[in-house]
């Protein structure tokens, strides 16, 4: 699975992101799809992660109820909507793939390069 991840930009603290990560190559809905993000001088951390349907969500509790992770297997993308965006916010954000628990622990299979988020206080 190749994955590659847009949407990025610099934001306004409040504003709001929409980023999008198109999936191509085996069967997107084959896999739980998931966003981390890494901030300068941190480790990567996880941010949100979909079940193949939908149908389950987990979120970080420092992105729960500003962030909304989507997908749209039609279209093998996932989405990370985000709103109140705050300037502890800034990192680089990732989409991965895999089965859950990799997804959850941080250790997917398939890894898409980042898109900058900068958010401005």
């Known amino acids: 699975v190749q994955l590659q991840a847009s949407g990025g930009g610099l934001v306004q603290a409040g504003g709001s992101l929409r980023l999008s990560c198109a999936a191509s190559?085996?069967?997107?809905?084959?896999?739980?799809m998931g966003w981390f993000r890494q901030a300068p001088g941190k480790e990567r951390e996880f941010v949100a992660r979909?079940?193949?349907?939908?149908?389950?969500?987990d979120y970080a509790d420092s992105v729960k109820g500003r962030f909304t992770i989507s997908r749209d297997n039609a279209k093998s993308t996932v989405y990370l909507q985000m709103n109140s965006l705050k300037p502890e916010d800034t990192a680089v954000f990732y989409c991965?793939?895999?089965?859950?628990?990799?997804?959850?622990?941080?250790?997917?299979?398939?890894w898409g390069k980042g898109t900058q988020v900068t958010v401005s206080s």
């Open positions: 991965a793939a895999g089965l859950r628990a990799g997804v959850l622990a941080g250790t997917a299979d398939y």
């Open positions: 190559g085996r069967t997107f809905s084959s896999y739980d």
């Open positions: 979909m079940s193949r349907y939908g149908d389950n969500t």
